[in-house]
């Protein structure tokens, strides 16, 4: 036996111990059964959770696809080009700004919209504008492959967690199962134990 084989079987043989199933006679039937129902729960769990996060992944992706969609439906891209200075005494990294929207389709129109201070008249800035009020609104925002990964990752750490608690439990319930079957097999030893005991003769006396 190696030097770190004591150490291993303290530090990390737990699980690994708690798994093994072999043929130690001092291995009970809650042993074996804590083992089995322990690989069995790790089987699930390697064909379960993939799929899980896989679904829960392309559950997000398509429901990002389509709030991406309901956006784009709702704002179009048009031309800004500012008119004046911005402000630039307040100290803010944004202040509003007068601005003329040139939008293919319709005549030009004024607008206000925020821009680093120190923007010069004349630029020209791509925009998005709503479909019905002309006002300036955000980009369409694209978050599908965000959302997804977010959501396989959220899956995996709640299986992961899942699984830890139910191996912890499968413990506990199994602990308290040999400790009942030990205080049963006591009670009828330890009349046994304790007559041998007070019947044996003292080898300290001569």
């Known amino acids: ?7 291993r079987r303290r530090y990390g043989g ?3 111990g708690d798994l093994q199933t072999d043929a130690n006679p001092l291995r009970r039937g809650a042993d074996r059964v804590q083992a089995w129902t322990g690989r069995l729960l790790l089987l699930l769990a390697a064909l379960l959770l993939p799929w899980a996060a896989f679904a829960a992944g392309s559950s ?20 800004a080009t500012t008119t004046g200075r911005p402000d630039t005494m307040t100290g803010a ?29 004349g630029t020209r800035l791509p925009v998005y504008v709503d479909n019905h009020s002309g006002r300036i609104v ?17 899956t995996a750490l709640v299986g ?6 139910a191996l912890r439990l499968l413990g506990v319930v199994v602990d308290r199962w040999r400790l009942v079957r030990w205080q049963r097999e006591w009670r009828v030893v330890e009349p046994l134990w304790s007559a041998e005991s007070h019947g044996r003769p003292d080898k300290g006396r001569s």
């Open 1 to 7: 036996m190696s030097d770190w084989e004591p150490h």
């Open 14 to 16: 737990t699980l690994a």
């Open 60 to 79: 997000a992706y398509h429901a990002a696809v389509h709030s991406s969609h309901a956006q784009a439906a709702d704002r179009h891209p048009a031309t």
């Open 93 to 121: 990294p944004l202040v509003p700004v007068p601005v003329r929207i040139t939008d293919p389709g319709h005549h030009p129109y004024a607008a206000l919209t925020r821009v680093r201070p120190g923007t010069p008249v």
């Open 138 to 154: 955000p980009p369409p925002h694209d978050a599908r492959l965000q959302t997804a990964a977010m959501a396989v990752t959220s």
């Open 160 to 165: 992961g967690l899942l699984v830890w608690a």
